[in-house]
């Protein structure tokens, strides 16, 4: 009797609960907290209206050096976006639109060497969406490479001139958009 101190098997081991009432209690309460937990992660998933993914954002140039760029492998010379309110002087202006993850164009022409305007129209709401033009193919030389935003919004890029020849342009955060740069 001295293992039991004194009490007797039938006795209540607390305040009016018995061992397996014990017992119970601490399994429905871990089974209550594990419940509350899985019912509070599923509200908060299911609460989500942003896309489950997510991107990585192209860095900008630092706003005292122009033509200048931190991505990697990317030149001095390497053009970014310059965000435009549409205003300026004439040109050629060429105007994209991303719609259902596509591009309306699958190829332009501008001239060699000349600066040019993207016009470009993100329509995928709450989608990131960028278009940039490299030398060719998407790990050849970064010729240009615009603002990565989300939709629906338009935004202007000035885009230096390109070296003559046929080159490529994709949105990197979608690399299937993509399609071909004609300079001539």
């Known amino acids: 009797?001295?293992?039991?101190?004194g009490r007797s098997r039938m006795e209540p081991a607390g305040p009016g609960l018995d061992e397996s009432a014990?017992?119970?209690s601490r399994r429905a309460l871990l089974r209550l907290s594990v419940l509350t937990g899985l019912g509070a992660a599923a509200a908060a998933?299911?609460?989500q209206s942003q896309p489950g993914w997510t991107y990585v954002p192209v860095a900008s140039p630092s706003a005292g050096t122009p033509g200048s760029s931190s991505l990697p492998g990317a030149s001095p010379a390497s053009p970014t976006a310059?965000?435009?309110d549409g205003?300026?002087?004439?040109?050629?202006v060429i105007t994209i639109v991303a719609q259902t993850f596509k591009f309306d164009l699958a190829e332009?022409?501008?001239?060699a060497n000349t600066p040019f305007r993207i016009v470009f129209d993100n329509q995928d709401a709450g989608v990131p969406h960028n278009v940039a033009i490299y030398d060719s193919g998407s790990s050849g030389p970064v010729l240009f490479?615009?603002?990565?935003f989300n939709g629906v919004r338009t935004v202007t890029y000035d885009v230096p001139g390109l070296p003559a020849g046929n080159h490529y342009f994709q949105c990197?955060?979608?690399p299937m958009m993509n399609g071909t740069v004609r300079a001539a």
């Open 1 to 5: 009797m001295k293992a039991n101190q």
């Open 145 to 148: 490479k615009g603002e990565i």
């Open 87 to 92: 205003g300026g002087g004439g040109g050629t």
């Open 22 to 24: 014990r017992r119970l």
């Open 82 to 84: 310059a965000a435009s």
């Open 45 to 47: 998933c299911a609460g």
């Open 172 to 174: 990197d955060v979608h």
């Open 108 to 111: 332009f022409s501008v001239p």
